[in-house]
Every structure is written in structure tokens, then in C-alpha cells.
């Protein structure tokens, strides 16, 4: 059996995926542990320790090969091939997600936007028609959609559930202000943004303790 | 000196703060470490040692007094002061966050909207007005603001820092997908949602593989 890579880990990876893409862009064809340390702000001995999980991909001396452990780290983080995606809420957040292109750049493609607000319905943000909740249980069945976004507010959420556990929806982008629960076969990330802000003003009235 | 608090701490400090507020929607007066553990998902003993961080809270046989662990919990967050704020970048994600009612309730007051495009300008998302970028150095100089969210393009972020730290910024909020560096006494917080929606496709790559 696999050892089980922890949390922390996980989190660090996608990192390493940015660092490292700026690294091509920059035609950077190799870096030693060290720079990508001193780089990315972890200590080389954390880096050498998080690949280890993966098998290495270092060399003693040589240090990484930058393409190569950039598309290692792609097929690591299943970024080689195409997920597809809907957003429930069509509102302001659905809609910057809609229209933000970094995703579709890796692979993750928005298919539809859902709404209950009748004014909505029938638009395009982009490409992306807006179509009325009460098709999505259908649309899931037809289409072969991988992931959900929820951008619905917090009331909105179980009824919501309800239908994508009853799809083929394999996880939840979740950015709705509650903790969810699915079926353990539905993958759940969350981005809480009340939480984030609420971790900030944790560490701005450490700070302003200390000095 | 104090101890320091550990992220992954922190980072679940939000989560308790949330909980706390739905019991006490449901009138639910005083709750044991199990109860609280059985609702969020976390060992009681995971729980106990968080609070202790803190001081703990908990009385032996008696539980947790939710209103108190709730006010003593927004103290340890920082929210029992107001945070004033600006955004910067008007576009369809700084729209979502100065409409969502959440933030207010919480104490982080928007104040202001700043945007590079013409087309914003002197336009209002609620009460907020959009101000041009170029007037953002002087806003800061005679406003009392604490933080700063920053939802421009990659490109848009290194002036944008310039900016702020020439002022008297205090925190950073950014949701640029890039790690930003600032001087030690500006506190910076992150939300990539890219690096999320990856950490969603790592575990979804992941589960697939076990099944």
C-alpha cells in the first residue's frame, strides 16, 4: 500500500507547479534544491523531503531537471488531462471563476453556469451559457462533468447536494460559507474566504502584540 | 515569550469561531469537547488541545459555555475591533467580495474600490465607490485603512505593492496568483484559488487511483 502524503504536503505541491512554470518561462533548464529553496522561501531539505513522497526526481550534483519535474509534478497533481467543470451561482463569484483564464490554461474547463435568478438565465459569460438549476440534474446525467463549483449562498446549499449526489459529480469546489458532507466517493475543497480573512486578523492582532 | 501558535492551529481557529455562531443560532448554551468533536469532525482530543493553546475554556464535567468560548474566540481572532479595508481591482472578483454581506457582519468594513479601468471609475458596488488607482497612495495617506485585497492581474501586483508599502497598509489580502513579498510588519494572506482547484485535482487523481 502507498504511504499516505500529508495535508501540508499537498498544499505545498501546487506551489512547486507555479515556481517551477516560472522557472520555464524564465528558460531555466535546471536548479539545484538550494535555489529553489532560497526561491521559494522553504528550506531545501523540506524540498528534497516533499519529492521524496514521489520518488526523488533529483540528481546528486545536477540538481532538478525543470521540465521534467514540471510535468512529473503536472501528472502528479492529475493536471494531464482535462477536467470538466460547471459553477452552481451564477452571481459575481461564479462569474470571476467563469472568466478567469488561468484555469482553462490547465486544463480545467467551465462547461455551464447554473442559476435560479430568471435574469441570469439565457446569458454567456464568455462562451458559457447560463442555465436555470432546475436543468442541472439532467445536464449532469447528459454530460460528462468532473468537478462542481458551488457558489451558491449557504441556504442554497442542500438542496444543491442533494442533486450532485445523486450525478456522477466526482468532487466539490466548495466556496460557500459551511462545511459540507458528502459521500466519501465526492472529493470536497474548500475555499472559505470568511476564514482566510478571519486567519489574517488572527495574525495582524498577534503582530501588533508582539510589538 | 509566548508560545507559538502552529499554522494548521490557526488555520481551524476560523472553523470553531463558525461553529460556535450556529450553535449559538440554535440556542444551544454549553457543549462537551465530544459533542463539539462529533459536529466538526475533529477528535475531542484534537479540540482540547487546540483551546489550550488559548488557556482552555473548558470546565471538567461541565463542557464548554458556547457564548463564552464564541467571544473568546472572536478576541483570539481579532474581531471584536472593526478592520477597514479597500479592494484593489474592481473587476468581477473584487465586485463578489465588496458584495458579500459576510465580511461586514464580521467587522471588516470595504471602504473603497480602486480600479485602473476608466469604465469603473465613479461607479458604486453597494455604497462603495471606485476610485482610480492613481489616487490610491493619496487615499491611504488620509484614510485609516488596515487592509488591503488585492484582485488585479499578475502583471498589476508589483505596483500595486509599491503603493502600499509606502503606506500604512497592514495586511495584505491577495488573491493574485502570485506569491507576494512584502516587509515583515505588512501581514500577508493568500486565497490561489488555482492552487486549490490543483489540491482538488491532486486528491481526486489520488482517490481514483485506491478505487
Redesign the interface.
Known sequence: MEQE?SK?V??R???Y??YLGELIDADVERISSAELSAK??VTASQIRQDLNNFGGFGQQGYGYNVKYLYNEMAK????DRV?NLVIIGA???G???A??S??EK?G?IIRGLFDVNKDYIGRKIKDIEIMSVDTLSDYLKKNDI??AAITVPKDAVESILDILVDSNI??V?NFA?V?IELPE?I?V?N??????????????????QT?
Chains 1, 2 share one sequence.
Not at 76 to 79: E, N, V, W
Open positions: 502524503i501540508a499537498i498544499r505541491l501546487p506551489r507547479y507555479r521559494m522561501n502528479i497533481l492529475g493536471l477536467h452571481g459575481k463569484l462569474q470571476a471563476i472568466n478567469y488561468f484555469f490547465r480545467f468532473d468537478i466526482k468532487a469546489w460559507p462545511d466517493n472529493i475543497e475555499v472559505h474566504l470568511l476564514d482566510s480573512l478571519m486567519q489574517l486578523s488572527y495574525n495582524l492582532t498577534e503582530y501588533e510589538v
